[in-house]
């Protein structure tokens, strides 16, 4: 059902028949026009990232609430959530980036990259 929308320039040739060409031309180019905004607008809207639920987490920065040795706990937004790290220990208040996700409602945490200047 949600295909039909790109059908519209076809759905707009029966015009061709109804009305003469003078007529019928500027109303089939302005459905065509306002298919192809759409059309645009529909893959901008595909190709986002993601904004909400665990995918929207990776990548993004979080603070140490816990020592993380492997265990602990992270604040990331306004949510606490139970941390692990596979290669190091953080200490509180250091920054951690989420790369993934564990077994239950656990962030995998890394080192934050070097920021040059």
């Known amino acids: ?5 790109f059908f519209l320039p076809i759905f707009a ?3 061709f028949w109804m009305l003469p060409l003078h007529a019928a031309l500027p109303v ?11 059309y645009y607008k529909i893959y901008q809207a595909m190709r986002a990232r993601v904004c ?3 995918e929207a987490m990776l ?3 979080g603070v140490v609430l816990k ?7 992270i604040q990331y ?4 959530w139970n941390a692990v790290s596979r290669d190091r220990k953080f200490l509180e208040g250091e920054k951690v980036v989420i790369s993934g996700f ?8 890394e080192e934050p990259p070097v920021e040059r200047r």
């Open 52 to 54: 909400s639920g665990r």
């Open 1 to 5: 059902m949600c295909h039909l929308i």
């Open 13 to 15: 040739l029966p015009l």
């Open 59 to 61: 990548g993004e920065t």
């Open 28 to 38: 089939y180019l302005f459905v065509v026009g306002v298919s192809m905004l759409l």
């Open 67 to 73: 020592k993380i040795a492997p265990e602990g706990k």
């Open 102 to 109: 564990s077994y239950g409602l656990r962030v995998i945490v």
């Open 77 to 80: 937004a306004t949510e606490i």
